[in-house]
């Protein structure tokens, strides 16, 4: 007799939705260490060089760093933040170090001169007062390229990573908060209270998502937050439908009638008996909804009521950058655009892979 495979050696052998779960973690392990990973470590990689903007990928230059009068002091907390910037770090195409000054030629483009610059060696040393040319300037290379305004497209990318992600996740928790909250109670109790909740499940559910979101980001004003609480909002009424189906079906077993019988609350048998036996579906449509979270928090960026400069959102690069596609410098718009498609299909073959392996049937 052939035993029934587990659901996790049927998620081991779906092989697309191993590659998608693998995928994704690694992004999440790269948005949690997101400014330890990125070239440009400083808040929000908001550090600009307007000589270096729209460079190509693999840009190489040497960049000369001039040490602040008054250095803040970095704690823990710029590891998981970013550090504030100290000092100013400038492009450069030329160097000679003197018996005690630093000339430098800075960079303004290819065929533009630069202009000459000087700096004692005595306010370019270390802590130990030491002046060394190896901390002082250093090479400098742009894998992705750097936009429009020379900051780190890389850096940009890693900390909006970190934004797309947060919003997925708060969303989703805020979604299935409401959405499971009301769908057993409509589910469940039934009556009056199914037919309230169904009639403001439909109400909403008839306004276009992108209009209600706009609406609630207008209302609540524009932020990283209110951003995230407003895709929130919008994503609970598939869940709530979902889950109400289930409850009503869930109910109806002998498990259930043998709780009442034995005077259980209505919340006992809701949070131990019903709900754990109705959210399979219910997770599959998380990982759907993580999805569109994301191209909705791009949608809103791209118009301009998303997160808010200068904080890095995939959806404010193509925005910044989408006339670039027909200036001959596309990547600037496609490398976000395809970072966008790659975590949206990933989620959603990590949803069809959930979806084969909860099938009961």
């Known amino acids: 007799m052939l035993r029934s495979l587990s659901w996790q050696e049927k998620f081991r052998r779906n092989i697309l939705g191993m590659v998608s779960m693998g995928f994704l973690l690694v992004l999440i392990l790269m948005a949690l260490f997101a400014y330890a990973l990125a070239p440009d470590?400083?808040?929000?990689?908001?550090?600009?060089?307007?000589?270096?903007?729209?460079?190509?990928?693999?840009?190489?230059?040497?960049?000369?760093?001039?040490?602040?009068?008054?250095?803040?002091?970095?704690?823990?907390?710029?590891?998981?933040?970013?550090?504030?910037?100290?000092?100013t770090t400038l492009p450069i195409s030329q160097y000679a170090v003197g018996q005690d000054t630093l000339r430098v030629t800075t960079y303004q483009g290819d065929?533009?001169?630069?202009?000459?610059?000087?700096?004692?060696?005595?306010?370019?040393?270390?802590?130990?007062?030491?002046?060394v040319l190896d901390q002082t300037i250093q090479e400098h290379t742009f894998w992705l390229g750097t936009d429009k305004y020379g900051r780190d497209l890389l850096s940009r990318m890693l900390i909006g990573l970190r934004v797309s992600l947060a919003i997925g996740f708060i969303a989703v928790f805020i979604s299935l908060l409401i959405g499971v909250t009301l769908g057993a109670v409509a589910g469940y109790f039934g009556g009056r209270w199914d037919t309230v909740i169904m009639w403001l499940i439909n109400v909403t559910w008839s306004i276009p998502t992108l209009l209600l979101v706009i609406a609630i980001t207008l209302a609540l004003g524009k932020g990283f937050w209110q951003v995230f609480i407003a895709v929130g909002l919008t994503m609970w009424v598939e869940v709530a439908r979902v889950v109400r189906g289930q409850v009503m079906g869930v109910k109806q077993l002998q498990f259930v009638t043998a709780a009442k019988a034995l005077g259980y609350s209505h919340w006992r048998i809701i949070t131990r008996h019903v709900l754990p036996n109705s959210l399979a579906p219910v997770i599959i449509i998380s990982a759907a909804n993580f999805a569109s979270a994301i191209l909705i928090e791009s949608g809103l960026s791209f118009l301009g009521i998303g997160a808010q400069p200068p904080t890095p959102s995939w959806g404010s690069i193509i925005k910044?950058?989408?006339?670039?596609?027909?200036?001959?410098?596309?990547?600037?718009?496609?490398?976000?655009?395809?970072?966008?498609?790659?975590?949206?299909?990933?989620?959603?073959?990590?949803g069809n892979a959930l979806r084969d392996v909860l099938d009961v049937k």
């Not at 960049?63 to 008054?70: A, E, L, R, V």
């Not at 000459?116 to 030491?130: E, R, S």
């Not at 410098?329 to 490398?335: F, V």
């Not at 655009?337 to 975590?343: P, R």
């Open 320 to 350: 910044d950058h989408y006339a670039y596609i027909i200036m001959g410098k596309p990547y600037l718009a496609l490398i976000p655009g395809f970072a966008i498609m790659a975590v949206v299909m990933a989620f959603m073959l990590l």
């Open 41 to 87: 470590d400083t808040k929000n990689a908001n550090q600009m060089h307007l000589a270096i903007g729209s460079k190509p990928p693999g840009f190489k230059i040497s960049m000369i760093h001039i040490p602040s009068d008054n250095p803040v002091k970095n704690n823990w907390t710029a590891f998981w933040m970013g550090k504030v910037s100290q000092g």
């Open 111 to 131: 065929d533009i001169a630069g202009l000459l610059k000087k700096w004692p060696l005595n306010a370019l040393t270390d802590a130990d007062g030491t002046f």
